[in-house]
């Protein structure tokens, strides 16, 4: 082997010295190194030499100290407020700044005008063609500093903290006039510091992208002022009749004061507020230095009078409503003024408020309740009354329609109808208990009596009208397999009531649902298990009286939704409730009604929602502030409501009869007396039945012959002969007929029901 590697090496003449190469090797890396750290050394000391010219000692050092602190801070304070910034920036829609605000002018169902809501134009008054005085009283008012600030006035906001805080209250608001249009284009009225951060963003994208000038422009057309006027122009035609081009020092003070809250200064609602309110304004303008004492003197001394435009009889809480939809239904229509024809009828309307006012009177105090709210619809959807709250003027806050409370037991019919989808029966029989507890904590229901069930076998008809907590936790939970709630839900969704969530106590009703949405849940039962989505339009019109929308032509058909044996089933249970069960006090003499009430935990809520042939009905009580009331349930007021609205609310007693019910013993009564009332007097049956009289109410045996000789005379005039008959059905008091006195020629009874009743 040596000597093979000798030669390759080279030959045995050559070998190699490996000792010295070895040596010579280490004394090259060596070298290297040294000579590396010397010259490191080197251009270290030469580099320290330089820096050291920078070296700071003393005052210089602390404040270069400070100022690197402070450069590290703002860096990741610059970060936080891209962080913050993001969300605002993603709230900033420039579609909304050029919005279409609609006019919108209300017919109810006859074609009678019974409201108007919206604006005609944002920019219908160029802002050189505003009274000098009207931007002097808004500026002073709302932002003394307007064109001296970027958005965000600091000096402002701390001389309004300053004032808060020496008055002990909130006395003078801090924002901007920009601020100020930032969250109304954008944002909502929520109180957080989230929303704070994001309008002083916004305020400064809008000075970033507008003139100050574009800005005070979009304020004065956007803010809401009150009785549905956006703007100024707007609030000038309806408080005072004319043009803000054309307002008095003292107008224009009205109307700078009722950009901070034009609920509460509105003239035509607190006129003694709304001139207060003015008188400050006009303080404001001669603390600001716009005007001397003596220019506002004359102002002071002849208050604004606003014209009396308002219509005692608009249902204000509908119109609010039916706004909305007009807004929904005519967006990308191309037409900003519109006419509205809508389903509301304002007899019932008017009843609908006399039923709950008179509840609220009589019985809120001594009860604990201060607030609530009624809708009534027909079996389809279109929504004939609607009152949001006791006081439209106290607040606009329409609980019918954006209040979310808890349903208590009157969401049972979710779980019910669920069950009967699932093939169960009214006469189906389970057991009075709950087979396990829920949830990790073994949460079980109590009823309540308090007991948590017997044990014993009940049907569930009869659990229905007790409304035993135990059997509906039950069917939630274990009844209807393992996705038992999953198909509770789904029966919501498909009634049209979202944002229910799987819970344990889900049957009881401890989720939101508003009074609109509930009542038009019962209006699926109504109609025989159709869609029924509740609404308030239907035709539209533009400005030339040209159709632009039918619901009749651009919605579709109903759809069937529920099997017409579940529909049946839950009838006559909740038909039970009425007669035998809970809802007593909702029963009707002349026609049937079915129906469920409903309490919520601590009795902070109580409803009675149901249904005749006719009409839908749905009355919620309880408090703004979520208090819990007098021990009131939904078989108390809230059915007691419901039955006096209910019982003036029909006027005829043809009444299509409830799908799985037969027709009521009065309405066959009444069935029979036209029957054969059109055999012996055609012309006074048809007078009758046109007039929608209800004879056990306002047909007294006056009015019936005063409407006979009417018949005659019409029948004389006309040459017809008037045919000799036996004599009319005596009637006694009430309007039922007498049988001991009936003529032998009786009409067949389940004929003349079918024939009056059982047609729709």
């Not at 009015?703 to 002969?721: D, F, H, M």
Request: charged fraction near 25%; hydrophobic fraction near 40%.
């Amino acid at each position: 082997m040596n000597d093979w590697f000798n030669r390759s090496a080279g030959g045995r003449g050559s070998r190699i010295n490996w000792r010295s190469l070895r040596l010579s090797t280490d004394a090259w890396i060596d070298s290297n190194i040294a000579s590396s750290a010397l010259e490191t050394r080197d251009r270290y000391n030469a580099a320290s030499s330089w820096f050291a010219r920078f070296r700071l000692t003393g005052w210089k050092r602390g404040f270069t100290e400070l100022a690197s602190e402070a450069l590290t801070l703002g860096a990741g304070g610059l970060f936080v407020l891209y962080a913050m910034a993001v969300p605002a920036f993603v709230e900033f829609d420039e579609a909304k700044i050029n919005t279409v605000k609609y006019a919108v002018k209300f017919l109810d169902r006859n074609g009678n005008e019974i409201g108007k809501r919206g604006i005609l134009h944002s920019d219908a008054v160029p802002l050189d063609e505003l009274p000098d005085h009207l931007i002097k009283s808004v500026l002073a008012t709302e932002d003394r500093r307007f064109f001296d600030h970027f958005g965000v006035d600091f000096i402002g906001t701390a001389r309004a903290f300053v004032t808060n805080v020496n008055a002990g209250e909130t006395v003078q608001g801090g924002s901007t006039l920009t601020q100020q249009l930032a969250k109304n284009l954008f944002l909502t009225n929520e109180r957080s510091i989230q929303r704070k951060i994001k309008e002083v963003f916004l305020s400064f994208l809008l000075e970033s992208r507008f003139s100050k000038r574009d800005i005070l422009k979009l304020y004065l057309d956007r803010a809401y002022m009150g009785g549905g006027a956006f703007g100024v122009e707007a609030a000038s035609q309806f408080y005072f009749g004319k043009s803000v081009r054309e307002v008095t020092l003292q107008e224009a003070a009205m109307l700078a004061g009722l950009f901070k809250a034009p609920t509460k200064y509105a003239p035509h609602a607190n006129i003694m507020a709304a001139r207060g309110r003015a008188n400050d304004v006009l303080s404001n303008l001669v603390e600001a230095g716009f005007m001397t004492a003596g220019q506002v003197h004359s102002a002071r001394l002849n208050p604004a009078k606003p014209v009396d435009n308002r219509n005692p009889d608009s249902p204000d809480w509908f119109l609010d409503w039916a706004f909305e939809e007009a807004v929904r239904i005519a967006d990308g229509r191309g037409h900003s003024v519109i006419t509205v024809r809508t389903t509301v009828d304002m007899t019932l309307q008017k009843s609908a408020e006399e039923a709950l006012l008179s509840t609220l009177r009589q019985s809120g105090k001594t009860n604990s309740v201060n607030s609530g709210a009624l809708v009534s619809m027909d079996p389809d959807g279109a929504v004939r009354a609607l009152v949001g709250g006791p006081d439209y003027g106290e607040s606009q806050f329409n609980r019918a329609t954006m209040a979310r409370r808890q349903p208590g037991s009157s969401f049972k019919l979710y779980v019910y109808a669920a069950a009967m989808e699932d093939g169960l029966t009214k006469d189906t029989r389970v057991a009075d208990r709950v087979s396990q507890s829920c949830g990790p904590l073994g949460w079980t229901p109590k009823n309540y009596d308090g007991g948590s069930g017997g044990g014993g076998m009940i049907s569930l008809a009869d659990a229905f009208k007790r409304s035993l907590n135990t059997i509906a936790v039950e069917l939630s939970l274990f009844k209807l397999g393992n996705n038992s709630r999953d198909k509770v839900v789904a029966m919501t969704e498909k009634l049209g009531v979202e944002g229910i969530k799987k819970t344990c106590s889900m049957a009881l009703g401890d989720g939101g649902v508003s009074p609109l949405s509930n009542t038009a849940a019962f209006a699926h039962f109504a109609n025989g298990g159709k869609t029924a989505r509740p609404y308030a339009i239907i035709d539209m019109f533009n400005s030339k009286g040209e159709v632009i929308y039918s619901r009749e032509t651009d919605e579709p058909a109903p759809k069937q939704v529920i099997t017409r044996r579940s529909v049946e089933n839950m009838n006559q249970m909740m038909q039970l409730v009425v007669t035998e069960g809970t809802g007593k006090k909702a029963a009707l003499d002349f026609t049937h009604a079915v129906g469920k009430t409903g309490t919520s935990s601590s009795y902070k809520d109580a409803w009675f929602v149901g249904f005749t042939g006719s009409l839908v009905t749905g009355v919620w009580f309880g408090n703004d502030d979520n208090r819990a009331m007098n021990r009131i349930t939904g078989g108390s007021i809230p059915a007691e409501t419901w039955q006096r609205y209910m019982a003036v609310a029909h006027p005829t007693l043809n009444i299509p009869t409830i799908v799985g019910l037969t027709p009521h013993p009065r309405q066959v009564q009444e069935a029979d007396r036209l029957t054969q009332l059109r055999r012996t007097d055609p012309a006074l049956a048809a007078a009758q039945t046109q007039a929608g009289q209800r004879t056990n109410k306002i047909m007294p045996d006056k009015t019936r012959e005063v409407l006979k000789r009417l018949s005659e005379t019409l029948r004389k005039t006309a040459g017809i002969e008037i045919p000799t008959q036996p004599p009319l059905t005596p009637v006694r008091p009430g309007g039922v007929p007498d049988r001991r006195a009936e003529a032998p020629a009786t009409p067949d009874r389940s004929t003349a029901a079918t024939e009056l009743f059982t047609k729709r």
